[in-house]
């Protein structure tokens, strides 16, 4: 485990977005990541992590409203594979894949070390107990700050303040967040400065850490195959997503790479911290 004085640092360990498409994408490694959440809590009153993939990237790219709350995420972390190559390829360094799937569980591992509490808002009854039930059978000394599942309607202004201070009266350190996307990042830029935590959009993450779904091996996913395991299961609902999106992002991506030929081209890195 990482000693407890690390969050501390005053100096952020991740650093820089690089551009991709018209979003920017937080560049550094996996353990960066970790470190970087556990900064945040330290020293940031209140902020938010999205997980960008194919999907995120173009809805992004077609909705300047959502460009900008991924592009104002304290952490926009490259959750797909194909972003991850996109780096390598754009700017010549190799970029770590930062998944959702993987960062929940490396993170209520370290808060249960770390003595930092979790949140847990979103989804269903039955799938929040599960979550809870696997973090503390796997971590005993966890603190579980509370869990919430939302009605899945538009919530009252009276409503979305109770939930507000029922997170901020449980003392917790971070909140994860399933609504799926955009509806989560939506939820965490609307919150950010008034839920006092740090909010990561983890969407599916929930069900394959309950071990309610299953992943593909790690071979496939290197292979950025997820997608497909997530189509053959939802093949209805799914289909035309990945169809249009994947077929766009691959468009989108040839015409910026002959976009950035030009000297006069937007900036591709900006520093954060």
């Not at 972390?77 to 390598?88: A, C, I, N, R, V």
């Not at 599960?130 to 503390?136: G, I, N, R, S």
């Not at 579980?144 to 599942?149: D, E, L, N, Q």
């Not at 899945?152 to 799926?180: C, H, P, W, Y």
């Amino acid at each position: 485990m990482t000693d407890t004085t690390t969050a501390a640092k005053t100096v952020a360990p991740l650093q820089q977005k690089r551009r991709l498409l018209n979003s920017y994408i937080t560049t550094g490694r996996f353990d960066e990541f970790v470190e970087q959440v556990f900064w945040m809590t330290e020293n940031r009153e209140s902020s938010y992590v999205c997980f960008a993939n194919v999907h995120m990237l173009v809805e992004a790219y077609q909705d300047p409203g959502f460009n900008k709350i991924l592009n104002e995420a304290d952490v926009a972390s490259p959750d797909g594979g194909p972003l991850s190559k996109l780096m390598k390829l754009k700017y010549g360094h190799s970029q770590d894949r930062v998944p959702g799937m993987d960062l929940m569980p490396r993170l209520i591992e370290e808060a249960a070390a770390r003595g930092k509490s979790v949140f847990f808002y979103g989804s269903t009854d039955d799938v929040l107990e599960a979550v809870v039930a696997t973090a503390k059978a796997k971590h005993p000394t966890i603190k579980v700050a509370g869990h919430y599942s939302p009605p899945f309607r538009k919530l009252t202004d009276a409503e979305d303040q109770s939930i507000v201070d029922m997170i901020n009266d449980s003392g917790a350190d971070l909140v994860f967040v399933a609504l799926g996307c955009p509806k989560q990042e939506r939820w965490m830029a609307e919150h950010k400065g008034r839920v006092k935590a740090c909010m990561l959009g983890v969407g599916q993450a929930y069900m394959t850490y309950a071990g309610l779904e299953k992943r593909l091996p790690k071979w496939a996913r290197d292979w950025s195959l997820e997608w497909t395991y997530r189509l053959y299961q939802e093949p209805k609902r799914l289909w035309k997503r990945y169809l249009v999106t994947n077929s766009t992002f691959v468009y989108l991506t040839l015409k910026d790479a002959l976009w950035s030929k030009d000297k006069h081209s937007k900036a591709t890195a900006v520093t954060v911290g």
